[in-house]
């Protein structure tokens, strides 16, 4: 069987500031700790303190040498399409080509308004940007859809690979025609097997091979006094508009053995690739488990 890759969230700007960990400290522990990437997600105006990713991403890059780079997600339909272009190729170039980049249009109507685009352009425009940026990154000369503008940007890169984000079935056809992953958070092992049975034949179908499938997940390892229970962690997943009972069987959780047989069903379901976010702990002990669990899975 295939092996898994396993990353991890960084940590966010209340955990920075509780644990007194910087983002190159927490990238480089990642690295040393022997995991296969770091992520940062990408919001703007949530009510909550939140760094810009290119910048959070930027810096994990500068301190640290192996380890992947990845946008979990970004959403470059937000952004005029060359600034996004510009923002990606500058990781692409800053991380020596080890960026990956999660693709997504959601974050709410209200980040939309605070940037000024419409929320109802989302659909759009992220279809016009999952053609548009390889070629953009290419350093090749586009003309922009929205925009009477021929643009040829610089530095050329190398593309990154493109996971495009969420379980929707529309995300599923944007990673079966545009993308080099289908990267869907927070569902179980059967819908990702079910996911990547349609988004082959769609890619079979456009003469396309197969992307890869990567999954965004939650949870809290270890046993030690004073962490998250399932419970908890399943009640704040339900924000995503999940039940109650599935997002209870959706946490990653308990000592390393038990997390690898969680993650092994996301492996045995088609998925090479987990980023997980914790849900509580301290980062760095979290981290050392995660990494007992990567070596836990063959």
Known sequence: MASMEIGVILPSVAVQREQRLDLGTAARHAEEAGLDGVWHGDHLATGAASLDCAVALAVAAGATTRIRIGASVFVPAIRALAWSAKQIASLQH????????????????????????????????????????PRLLAGETVTLADEPAQVRLEPAVTPPPIWVGNASAVAVRRAARHGDGWFPSMVPPAAVA?????????????????????????????????????????????????????????????????????????????????VLGFAGGDWREQCDLLAEVRALLP
Do not use: C, M, N
Request: aromatic share 4%; net charge positive.
């Open 194 to 274: 079910s996911g990547r049975t349609v988004l082959a034949e769609l890619a079979a179908a456009r003469g396309r091979p197969e992307p890869v499938v990567a999954v965004g997940a939650t949870g809290v390892l270890g046993s030690a006094p004073g962490l998250p229970t399932r419970a908890s962690i399943a009640s704040g997943i339900t924000g995503y508009g999940i039940p109650l009972e599935e997002a209870t069987r959706l946490p990653v959780t308990g000592k390393p053995a038990r997390a690898a047989e969680q993650l092994a069903a996301y492996r045995e379901a088609g998925a090479r690739h987990v």
């Open 94 to 133: 800053v991380s020596g080509g080890r960026l990956v980049l999660g693709v997504g249009s959601g974050g709410g109507a209200g980040q939309w308004a605070a940037a000024g685009v419409p929320y109802g352009e989302r659909g759009r425009r992220t279809d016009t940007a999952l053609e548009l940026l």
